[in-house]
């Protein structure tokens, strides 16, 4: 059912679509079987939407990189997104060009999403989460509230990042930083570690699989597998496999 | 004053209702004397807007929380929201179902609300503050910009919350994780309490009535009434009484 | 080019301007040359666009500051917006009345800017970031995701500010506060600064020209130029100019 408010140009339209009142999808839409789309809902050229996918209101999604002059990177993208099955996009959030989602994901209200990153199946990035260019996202990880993923990262399976938590991928910043795009390198997170609350990762350490990072603690440097740190900066507190 | 292009299924509209262009208002919605609705607001079903509340362009009243196979726990809610008299929703607030809001409430701009959440009267829930489900807020209490309340946490009257706050519920994460209901509990957070710019809470926590939480701490124990806890974990430094 | 469904109450508008669907731009409203409105815009009076601004989906310029019976501060501001050439506000970002933003400027999606903001040019004020009341910012200036700019705060040229930096402009809270507007002063931060992911800055203090503080750092009090500070609180770590 398409409201008669909606301004739908795609024909490709699975079966028992639900476009609700004052949402726009442009042409070069897919659109899979009982997907519904929100009112207030923009959805750019280039966007595959899964079976079942909701999208809530003021969810916006196909948007292009810009930079306004401001930015030292120049962005890269391909003007392609696509969403898996019985995904959901909540309300006010932003999908940019060139992301892939799996299949029941959820993304929360207000969430952003840059260019060029790949986040898997059974996923949460919850409310307020901004994920930085080029993050790769695996299965069944969950980011919690208001944390930042940075760009240039990767993040394992079974990963749980909580509430706050802040990551980086530069430490060439300030007034005379010139951009290096070799130099330029998230943390590496491996399968099952726990990032507790309010925890700060700097730029391209590596934390091993199982590891557990401590709320509040900066982490300075790698995390060996199965090791619980803490601190500022963190330090190693014990092994978990005992 | 409904504009042509609002869509407003309901009757029950008091006086010198204000709904501006492209709102949607369902069947079922009470929108009390003088209620001013700005654009591109949704408000779903089962709303209750007390008198002189005004909602600011793109907010979303009345979300159903929902799971996308991602998440550990199915929502629980009714679908009824009631907002007192005087309250404000910011733009690109979201409120989910089954929320009350007191009288002359402020809800900042891009806050969202979960479910079976109350809040007292004469409270601001910041800019995009994110509340988790079954959390209780009481009376003139505020709680800044960026701050996350974890869910089933309880907070009384006239506390302060600065920016940048972050909390939890749960210790029980990561991969092998199962959800259980008991283990789930937030902060319990006393009348007049003042917490700090970016302190971290941890789970179950008591903190007692006019303690005050250093700006940075993270909270690992019981706070004692009228002391000041700081540091990383915090630790007791002086008794605000004397 | 504007489209059918866009209700533009304004003649002031530039050569090739385009407003979307379900745009609304009110009277009093001037858009420079090749301004693009996306759908779902608000434009309210008072707005002065330049050349070739973008307004991204969802975006609101020119709220009204409103304290719904729970601020302690009565808002002071004109209805006047003014945003330089080629500047981009983002999806669902929210600009205030009052708030100067210069050319080449970048808005981030969801970010807030309150009432009487000064921002410069070529700045990122980048997603969810949220800026209080009376805050000037200076050229060239970037503030990353998840930061809250303090209201009375005055920022420099080339300053960068991370990720999830919070700050404050008032230590007079609690239940027996009382406001004083004389007594409300945030940090003020001088060119070439850089403030690390997490870092947290307490009211009134100097950061001096081509400081550092580094991640997860609490300033509690003044910083020497070109110093490097760490810790809670943050100590003198070296000289930076040697």
Redesign the interface.
Known sequence: MIHK?A?VNTKQLGSNVVVK??A?VRDDVVLGDNVII???V?IESGVRLGDNV?V???A?IG?EP??????ARTPIFNKKIVIGN???I???A?IYCDVTIG????I???A?IREQCSIGN???I???V?V?YNATIGN?T?V???T?I?GNCIIGD?V?I???V???NDNN???S?TYSKDKIKGPEIK??V?IG??A?L?PKILIGERA?VA??A?V?KDVEPSTLVA??PAKFVRNLDN
Request: glycine share 14%; charged share 15%.
């Open positions: 408010t301004i009142e004052y726009i929100h009112p207030h923009v909701e809530f209101p003021g916006y948007k810009k930079g306004a002059g401001a930015t019985n995904t959901s909540g309300p006010n932003v299949n029941n994901t959820l929360g209200d207000g952003s059974y996923c949460i919850s409310r307020c901004t930085n069944k969950k919690m509230d208001l930042h940075t079974d749980f909580s509430v706050g802040n990551m980086a910043v300030g007034p930083a399968d099952d726990v609350i309010g700060i700097l557990f709320a509040g900066v300075t601190g500022i």
